[in-house]
T-cell receptor
Framework: DIQMTQSLPSLSASMGDNVIITCRASRNIANYLNWYLQRPGKAPKLLIYGASSLEAGVPSRFRGSGSGTDFALTISSLEPGDFGTYFC?????????FGQGTKLEV | EVKLVESGGAVVKPGGSLRLACEASEFMFDDYTMHWVRQPPGKGLEWVALISWDGSTVHSIDSVRGRFTISRDNSKNSLYLQMNDLKSEDTALYYCAKGRARQSYGSIDSWGQGTMVGVFS
């Protein structure tokens, strides 16, 4: 199985900050990497698919990058709704394992 | 707007069985791969299983293989998860989720609100 590692369990930031959340795959997954945001008590929401493609309706402040094994999600000018837990997920091969999550806190 | 409504969650004893259901609407159900994803209380997401749009292909994680069966009934726009020989580690909120792209695998673009399964002695 391909393991996904989000090395930062949590990250503190303020409104207006720019932040980068990283994710590493245990082997090459090309660009089969997705990013989700889960707000407390809510279902996850897809932000980025294919490592860098923005899901419809997601603000352009969110940018995904990377390929192979190392990936990043950059969020510019943090807004209140951006706080929650971010998960990466590989969809290169089953099982489609998620990273452990990075909790973005005020 | 895509709608996914899960049902069937309950509290059961170890070794028990449950059948989760997910009723889908507002999209062409028989065109999309469907998934079950679970989340233990206070923990992260765990992908559990998928079934292709036509039901011909299924995959699941090792820890549930042989105990859980994913299935679908396209005539009823419904997804199912039959869960047998439940263990305490199966305790979680179970989400029904829809694949993003037609007739392919990959990312998930829509989720239900989840149904809770508790396995306690």
């Amino acid at each position: 199985d391909i393991q996904m590692t989000q090395s930062l369990p949590s990250l503190s930031a303020s409104m207006g900050d720019n932040v980068i959340i990283t994710c590493r795959a245990s082997r090459n997954i090309a660009n089969y990497l997705n990013w989700y945001l889960q707000r407390p008590g809510k279902a996850p929401k897809l932000l980025i698919y294919g490592a860098s493609s923005l899901e419809a309706g997601v603000p352009s402040r969110f940018r995904g990058s990377g390929s192979g094994t190392d990936f990043a999600l950059t969020i510019s000018s943090l807004e209140p709704g951006d706080f929650g837990t971010y998960f990466c997920q590989q969809s290169y091969s089953v099982p489609y394992i998620f990273g452990q999550g990075t909790k973005l806190e005020v | 707007e895509v709608k996914l409504v899960e049902s069937g969650g309950a509290v059961v004893k170890p070794g028990g069985s449950l059948r989760l259901a997910c009723e889908a609407s507002e999209f062409m159900f028989d065109d999309y791969t469907m998934h079950w994803v679970r989340q233990p209380p206070g923990k992260g997401l765990e992908w559990v299983a998928l079934i292709s749009w036509d039901g011909s292909t299924v995959h699941s994680i090792d820890s549930v293989r042989g105990r859980f069966t994913i299935s679908r009934d396209n005539s009823k726009n419904s997804l199912y998860l039959q869960m047998n020989d439940l263990k305490s580690e199966d305790t979680a909120l179970y989400y029904c989720a829809k694949g993003r792209a037609r007739q392919s695998y990959g990312s998930i673009d829509s989720w239900g609100q989840g149904t809770m399964v508790g396995v306690f002695s």
